[in-house]
């Protein structure tokens, strides 16, 4: 891995995404309580989004035109059109320091992890359904490509590892099983796959790829400090 150049992102910059047909990258600057719009052609900033205090995670709807935004210092989730760039909506009492955010999808759904527990409610709003209960610590929820399932972090095991809820039977899968605690995954394009950023005492953050059946593969070793909260390449073979 190389490093072929850098972009000016913000003040404490966090979380980001592609924007594939307008070539731009949008990045949270976290100490700006603003999103940048990024030109990636010409790395400038070309504009911004008013986010909320402090952005932290946050989402792009599967047609790139909606973002979902964890607001930490807010306790909030904040729903901004891309176009116009105005705050369509704002989602009250998320949990303390929401940690993460995602679309569904088909756009209709956002999971968000609240005290703790990972749920989700209709992108207008409503009444929320609860995805995980009990003493168990859950949190960066990530649906996937089929929408049929969701992931997320959680210390049911003892330590911190990837699990997936499958909606259709209710059925929770440790699918990491590691000795070391993994968070932040996300999912292959395919959706055979999943990624997630391995931390060790040394703080370390190593990327391991996971199948479904207790298969691991180191894909970026130890000393990157790289979570993958949008890896998204397809698997082959």
Do not use: C
């Not at 047909?21 to 700006?32: K, M, P, R, T, W």
């Not at 909606?66 to 116009?84: H, M």
């Not at 940690?99 to 209709?122: N, R």
């Amino acid at each position: 891995l190389t490093i072929i150049d850098t972009i000016e992102g913000g003040d404490r910059p966090r979380d980001m995404h592609y924007l594939k047909e307008q070539g731009h990258l949008l990045v949270a600057a976290s100490e700006d309580d603003i999103i940048n719009i990024i030109d990636v052609k010409s790395l400038k900033i070309i504009g911004t989004l008013e986010t909320g205090d402090d952005p932290e995670i946050f989402d792009i709807s599967p047609d790139g035109t909606i973002a979902v935004v964890s607001n930490e210092d807010d306790n909030e989730a904040t729903i901004i059109d891309i176009k116009t760039r105005k705050i369509l909506r704002v989602i009250e009492d998320v949990g303390i320091e929401p940690e993460g955010v995602t679309f569904s999808p088909d756009g209709k759904q956002i999971a968000f992890d609240l005290l703790g527990h990972i749920y989700t409610m209709s992108i207008n709003g409503g009444k929320a359904t609860a995805v995980t209960k009990g003493t168990s610590w859950n949190m960066f929820p990530r649906y996937s490509p089929d929408g049929k399932k969701i992931m997320f972090t959680s210390d049911r095991s003892g330590s911190d590892d990837l699990w997936v809820y499958d909606f259709y039977n209710a059925e929770f899968t440790n699918v990491t099983k590691m000795k070391l605690p993994v968070h932040q995954g996300t999912w292959s394009t395919d959706g055979r796959h999943v990624f997630g950023t391995a931390l060790n005492m040394k703080v370390r953050h190593p990327v391991y790829m996971f199948n479904m059946y207790g298969d691991k593969q180191e894909i970026i070793p130890v000393g990157s400090r790289s979570p993958v909260t949008h890896y998204t390449g397809a698997v082959t073979g």
